[in-house]
């Protein structure tokens, strides 16, 4: 059915009438005062989403463009990194990093499994000459839907002394609690068509002061990504290239009903969902691709049995019931599909969805299962949370 | 008067209803077959309207991402690039080549006048050795009104035989004759808050096949702004990195209308609304910045006498009469004021710009022209052209 589509992807996510609306305004000049106004807004609530008195620096590009700024600002050729690899975006910052001809050591765990901040420890705390100038980590790998533990990784940084952590937020930000000032996160990136609710256009990056004093002495090459300018701009409320002004009205809109919910509700909300998702999965008799104990919140990756192909779920999904999920990435093409369950989604669409995927897996003659055991475990859960 | 806003600079300019509503969309996944139809069509209309067969490619960014990345994608450090600077556009360009490490060459002109091509002609005859790498031109000078002799600069250019030509034509896509095939330009860069028609976010860099031949031994380290990838990804329809759907709904639709329109009819309409603005200022005995024989199409920037302070125009003009002009930049900030009529821009709003025009200058005690003559001149140009 046309205009019917339901985004269950991790990004694009769905995005409220509210701000469908605002982005629908004619443009403004973006050297207004009307503009800074809303600059100024906008910025003080992208510090209060992630928790900082510090910058949070808003750039024209998707996450990638946001991570690869969070990386090349605070380092220079040659200097050594260890990036944590579990999934397609933790490989693409190793690639980032390889770019720009930085010594990337990576640390790996099997996609699907977190990666074990033992390594990290490790590493850092045989680094006596403190070479290594950055860890690189992602939070929540869309790419399988595992949550990695910033929080203990961090904690080995710390103890190090010298490595900035640069981490990707993409899609855990407004989604899991990350407290960047009580970590001291040093580099926190980010992208708009995730937990912000808004289409893509823009990255954010959150940067202390650690990360600061790097970048006084940074020599890798940068221009447009260059946050020094943005910092320098943003104090005057106003931007050093010309802003997507009206992904910022869509963003105003959304940071406002943010607030309104609170980072407490919004965060509960993607825990129940999340909950609810694996719950009735597992009803379902589908294997998840992450263990509970390290399962994103914002995204669910299910691999089912090698007789459901994963592709014609989606295709069913897709055509029926007009959700879109998202297929497996790089090796996992075909092997797993994904059910995000982030941003503006609400308990109504995971149950449609649920209830959608036991039609099609019945569609497709997949038969393990208690017929109607999936929905009435999603109510079952959402009843008791 | 809220809602009223009419925007009269280079950028963003104003948008269509049609596109605004395109905009309010919901997303849709970009790596589904209906995005990638969109992608098709896009793709294939930015080819017309480049004059090109060879690819255009579309980034999340400002034009200044979308210029770096048709520098820094086909140059190596140390190379020997020319650097045509005459204003605001051109000396960042510069910036973004030493960023970099290239070595700059700067040829340069007042802010206003032209950049001399025999200046282009010298250097390149002069390098036997075929050291220069690249020239770095930009085709409409947005902080000045200038329109450099891109032809002529390019056949010396072309007589060299070694060097690329990279052109900025920001504001002149869409607005002025740029036959890009027809020219042989190597990289042509752009941004979507000018002729295209829609709110900033998008960049475009049309890329010829000699400046991929340099791609494939170029150095300059590069990730998100990596024109390959882009390349590779746009031959299956697709983006390397999440593209900013919404406004490619946008483009989708400002595209179709200039395709309706055709090329012949929006160069000459810039044309028009370049003439009658010109006609229409010196009839108010205003010096205007740039000369009749390098004036933009896109804007037209005005040097008022001293005793008319040009912020205080741009003051009234925005209070009273709801129209949005541009200032002066740099060491010409309140100097000039700019009047942009790119775009989507029509002869009743340039006849009320030049009517609130007269006003402005009225309320300041500005008397050295005859009342009306302003109006008068501009319906005179447009009733003859």
């Known amino acids: 059915m046309d205009d019917k589509l339901m985004l269950m992807i991790p990004g694009p996510t769905p995005v409220p009438e509210t701000a469908l609306l ?18 100024a807004e906008v910025t003080e609530n992208l510090k209060w989403l992630h928790q900082t008195k510090n910058d949070v620096l808003i750039l024209a590009s998707s996450g990638t463009g946001a991570m690869e700024a969070g990386i090349i600002n605070f380092l220079s050729p040659g200097d050594h990194v260890l990036c944590g690899c579990n999934g397609k975006f933790g490989d693409r910052w190793a690639e980032v990093a390889t770019a720009y001809g930085l010594q990337v050591e990576k640390i790996t765990a099997e996609w699907g499994k977190p990666l074990a901040p033992e390594n990290f420890r490790q590493q850092l705390e045989a680094d006596q000459d403190k070479k290594i100038k950055a860890v690189i980590v992602t939070q929540s790998e869309t790419s399988t839907g595992v949550l990695n533990d910033i929080k203990t990784i961090n904690s080995y940084v ?8 640069i981490v990707d937020a993409v899609t855990s930000i407004g989604a899991v609690d990350l407290p960047v000032d009580e970590l001291a996160l040093d580099v926190v990136a980010s992208g708009s068509q995730k937990g912000y609710m808004i289409p893509p256009g823009l990255g954010f990056v959150a940067v202390g002061a650690k990360a600061w004093s790097a970048y006084e002495t940074a020599k890798l090459p940068r221009y447009y990504l260059d946050l020094g300018k943005y910092r320098k701009d943003a ?13 910022f009205f869509a963003l105003q809109a959304t940071l406002k009903m943010m607030k309104n919910e609170g980072l407490e509700n919004i965060f509960a909300r993607h825990q129940r969902l ?11 008799q589908l294997p998840l691709l992450s263990p509970d104990e390290a399962a994103s919140p914002a ?8 007789e459901v192909d994963a592709e014609k ?9 007009d959700i879109a999920l998202a297929g497996g990435q790089e090796h996992l093409k075909g092997q797993i ?13 995971v149950m449609s969805a649920i209830a959608a995927l036991e039609v099609a897996l019945q569609e497709l003659g997949y038969e393990c299962f208690t017929p109607r055991e999936g929905v009435a475990t999603a109510s079952r859960v959402l009843a008791q949370s």
Chains 1, 2 share one sequence.
Request: glycine content about 4%; aromatic content about 6%.
């Open 22 to 39: 605002a982005m629908a305004k004619h443009p403004i000049g973006h050297r207004s005062s009307d503009f800074s106004k809303i600059m």
């Open 158 to 165: 710390k103890a190090h002394g010298e490595a900035l952590i």
């Open 235 to 247: 104090a005057k409320n106003s931007t050093p290239f010309t802003p997507p002004v009206n992904l």
């Open 274 to 284: 999340m909950k609810t998702t694996r719950a009735a999965v597992k009803a379902l």
């Open 299 to 306: 995204i669910t990756a299910v691999a089912p049995p090698p």
């Open 313 to 321: 779920i989606r295709a069913i999904m897709k055509k029926r019931f």
């Open 337 to 349: 599909f994904r059910i995000g369950h982030l941003g503006f989604v609400s308990e109504r669409e």
